[in-house]
């Protein structure tokens, strides 16, 4: 069992920049592939980024590509976002997502693939 807590969202202006963290408890955050999604207010919670577990492998969803960037350091049990250039259809609520797999370059994206989820963080972005 891992408990996962995020931190960093915030309120920002269009074209800014925000870095969310999830910290993760426990001794094994290496065994987890470890995810990014997100939920819009009505609408389905959707798959942000992804990273393996030793950091080999990292997808992204299209509509983030090249203006995201996930990272985790396992020493320290922490999964990053780093979120630049938003814009106001980021605005939605993000979660911190873990999988425990035996590959090593395993990238979950789908949300029945999570075993553990983090409380979320609002992100909000004005235009």
């Known amino acids: 069992q891992v408990q996962l807590v995020e931190s960093g969202g915030g309120l920002v202006q269009a074209g800014g920049s925000l870095r969310l963290s999830c910290a993760a408890s426990g001794r094994t955050f290496s065994r987890y592939a470890m995810t990014w999604f997100r939920q819009a207010p009505g609408k389905d919670r959707e798959f942000v980024a992804a990273i393996s577990r030793n950091s080999g492998s990292t997808y992204y969803a299209d509509s983030v590509k090249g203006r995201f960037t996930i990272s985790r350091d396992n020493a320290k049990n922490t999964v990053f976002l780093q979120m630049n250039s938003l814009k106001p259809e980021d605005t939605a609520v993000y979660y911190c997502?873990?999988?425990?797999?035996?590959?090593?370059?395993?990238?979950?994206?789908?949300?029945?693939?999570?075993?553990?989820w983090g409380q979320g963080t609002q992100v909000t972005v004005s235009s």
């Open positions: 997502a873990a999988t425990d797999t035996a590959s090593n370059g395993f990238v979950a994206t789908n949300p029945y693939a999570i075993d553990y």
